[in-house]
């Protein structure tokens, strides 16, 4: 029997087909077929003959990503249905927090005037400090935060209304 | 020698301590907190205690339970490690205070190197080389910027009691002097419970290289050469060797007798490094002297043939230092990867989560360090390196060619770690010359981005493989639907439940 798969990695998507005959697999990929004779020969870890060479894996599955080891690299790769996916747009600048920790100085309130770079607020994780900055020039609308404040991973920490050019 | 050691830390290096002192037949304490229950040093260790809290205020930084751990289980020495209580001076007070011995230095010879400026002070007198800067008492904010601005820029602003990079700025120009110190205070404060900071001079693509120092209590130091230590993100060292490809025998003589009579002017005692600047002429200048095991220390090992951790044991244990200077030589070169649980193409940001999969290299002269294992949890709670590789060879391009192997055989699968990123700087072309200064990683890898070429085919052929070895039920169900004439079209919902 032959699936369908969606690979999501970065900003990229790859469709695969593939086709499996006991240890043999069928592959399309990008309009060329591959066949290989593959095993696995631990869990997660893939031996698979491609011609006259042998690639050699390590897979693991995670909460909701794959990590692919090849070649002492290693991937992060989500699988998706590409039907009804949301359009990954890139948005200008990033006011969400790169890290969890912990808020330990807000720099603005509500309604101040900010300049692009300027410092919004200090996350301190790992005894590391990290600034979020302003992305542009504007309004400050709202912070999310206070001080001392537990943040997580990508939360946005303040709305910045920008500046009309 | 000790019966029983308690081991302060956790992760590699209390591994690495415990398995020293169980191989000299000393009886092991690990202390951990709710988070490490099941963490490798526990594991290994004869016995352990349970701290609770995994806050490190409340766990690996507590002393008063750390010291009535020891007492409770009859500990003669606490080993610190390196981090956490290692260079706290009153944790060291606290175990002589309490009849358990503390393996380091004093706790006044700890006190007077954790204080930056009373160290240079010290270290000048006996006429080791030092950085011009302002080193003064008066930390207000205008004084700071006034002295700052004399110094000239770019210019250092860096935690008194500070280390491992936190606490520390480089300020390019005068405007963002101020937010630079306010920020290097704060984080000073929070990481060392003090936001005194000093100034200095910044030398601009300057070496990192340090000397490691044998002491005994009874008057003996010698040196064990030098570690370079250049290649550093945010300040911290990723990748370390010895010899330096830049050190030539003179300059290896001088360091190494500057570094032993610091350590003869201060009364210095058990292991010590003392780390130099070095700029483009072959000046070196004093920076400061870690009280303390290095994480780097292996490298020294694998090219001395000198187990450091035992030599601290030993003579904490008031044993004399038999190995004399001219007895000590260097034999092929060694290099370091310190594995990192971080994102090297966002900032280097630590990443958090379950290791799915850890499968370490092994061969000839390969050493690991590590503290971790399948099913290991990351937590935001500690320093996210995870493990230390190193290797030795006969010279610096088979070390290298080594290292590229064994990081290539390196299995972490589970969160975002530096390796591609090591084996990318290994491989740098500067890197093989040897021309690396403290600032390599800006000046080539700066916008370096792990994932630049996409998905290899290879990665895709394995995936699908993987994925069609593993089918996921709705795939079935979807495949049924896509295919009319599918066997799979004939038989029950009932079978899916693969």
């Given at each position: 029997?032959?699936?369908?798969?969606?690979?999501?990695?970065?900003?990229?998507?790859?469709?695969?087909?593939?086709?499996?005959?006991?240890?043999?697999?069928?592959?399309?990929?990008?309009?060329n077929e591959y066949t290989v004779n593959a095993i696995e020969v631990k869990p997660g870890q893939l031996s698979i003959q491609l011609g006259d060479r042998v690639i050699k894996s390590v897979i693991s599955q995670g909460e909701d990503s794959k990590f692919v080891f090849i070649d002492g690299n290693i991937y992060k790769v989500k699988r998706i249905e590409l039907t009804g996916r949301k359009k990954t747009e890139k948005k200008e600048g990033d006011l969400n927090s790169p890290i969890s920790g912990t808020v330990v100085t807000i720099k603005v309130k509500q309604g101040h005037q900010v300049k692009k770079d300027d410092v919004i607020l200090v996350i301190e994780a790992m005894k590391m400090e990290y600034l979020i900055r302003a992305p542009y020039n504007g309004e400050v609308k709202k912070v999310y935060f206070k001080e001392k404040d537990q943040i997580e991973i990508g939360q946005l920490t303040a709305e910045i209304e920008k500046e009309e050019e | 020698m000790f019966k029983k050691v308690m081991i302060a830390n956790r992760g590699e290096i209390a591994v690495r301590i415990i398995k020293a002192c169980q191989e000299m037949g000393i009886k092991t304490v690990a202390i951990y907190s709710e988070v490490d229950s099941h963490s490798p040093?526990?594991?290994?260790?004869?016995?352990?205690?349970?701290?609770?809290?995994?806050?490190?205020?409340?766990?690996?930084?507590n002393i008063a339970k750390i010291i009535e751990s020891a007492r409770s289980v009859s500990a003669e020495a606490i080993h610190p490690g390196y981090g956490f209580l290692a260079e706290n001076p009153d944790f060291a007070k606290a175990c002589n205070d309490s009849g358990i011995k503390f393996i380091g230095p004093t706790p006044e010879i700890i006190r007077l190197m954790g204080d930056k400026i009373e160290a240079k002070k010290t270290i000048a007198s006996a006429k080791v080389p030092v950085i011009p800067g302002y080193h003064g008492i008066k930390q207000d904010l205008s004084t700071l910027i006034k002295e700052g601005k004399k110094i000239g820029f770019p210019l250092l602003v860096k935690a008194t009691a500070g280390g491992g990079g936190k606490g520390m700025r480089v300020v390019n120009a005068e405007t963002e002097l101020e937010q630079a110190i306010e920020s290097a205070k704060r984080e000073a404060k929070s990481a060392f419970g003090n936001d005194s900071v000093f100034l200095e001079q910044y030398i601009d693509k300057p070496r990192h290289i340090e000397i490691q120092i044998l002491a005994d209590e009874y008057g003996h130091v010698i040196h064990l050469f030098e570690r370079e230590c250049s290649i550093q993100r945010r300040h911290q060292k990723i990748i370390e060797e010895t010899p330096s490809p830049f050190v030539t025998p003179k300059l290896r003589e001088a360091m190494g007798k500057a570094a032993v009579a610091a350590a003869e002017a201060v009364g210095y005692t058990n292991a010590g490094t003392i780390e130099f600047m070095?700029?483009?002429?072959?000046?070196?200048?004093?920076?400061?002297?870690?009280?303390r095991l290095q994480v780097e220390h292996p490298i020294t090992e694998a090219t001395t043939g000198v187990d450091l951790v035992k030599w601290q044991l030993r003579i904490a244990?008031?044993?004399?230092?038999t190995i004399k200077q001219k007895s000590l030589f260097q034999r092929g070169h060694a290099l370091e990867c310190?594995?990192?649980?971080?994102?090297?193409s966002n900032g280097f940001l630590p990443s958090v989560g379950t290791l799915e999969k850890v499968e370490i290299p092994i061969g000839p002269n390969i050493r690991n360090d590590t503290g971790i294992e399948t099913n290991y949890h990351v937590s935001p709670y500690y320093d996210p390196m995870l493990a230390k590789l190193t290797v030795n060879s006969e010279n610096r391009e088979e070390s290298i060619n080594k290292m590229i192997w064994a990081l290539s055989h390196y299995v972490v699968l589970g969160v975002t770690?530096?390796?591609?990123?090591?084996?990318?700087?290994?491989?740098h072309p500067e890197f093989k010359k040897g021309n690396i200064t403290t600032q390599?990683?800006?000046?080539?890898?700066?916008?370096?981005?792990?994932?630049?070429?996409?998905?290899?085919?290879?990665?895709?052929?394995?995936?699908?493989?993987?994925?069609?070895?593993?089918?996921?039920?709705?795939?079935i169900v979807r495949y049924k639907e896509a295919d009319p004439h599918s066997p799979w079209q004939h038989v029950g919902r009932w079978r899916m439940g693969l």
């Open positions: 029997m032959s699936i369908f798969i969606n690979y999501e990695h970065d900003t990229h998507v790859y469709n695969v087909t593939v086709e499996r005959r006991d240890t043999k697999f069928f592959i399309t990929y990008n309009n | 040093h526990v594991e290994i260790a004869d016995e352990s205690v349970n701290l609770g809290d995994p806050t490190p205020s409340e766990s690996y930084l070095v700029d483009g002429k072959h000046n070196f200048y004093f920076m400061e002297m870690n009280t244990s008031g044993m004399e230092l310190r594995i990192y649980a971080e994102d090297p770690t530096n390796i591609s990123f090591l084996k990318k700087v290994l491989e390599f990683i800006n000046d080539y890898f700066k916008d370096w981005l792990i994932t630049k070429e996409g998905l290899p085919l290879d990665a895709i052929i394995a995936l699908a493989v993987y994925d069609s070895l593993h089918p996921q039920r709705q795939e």
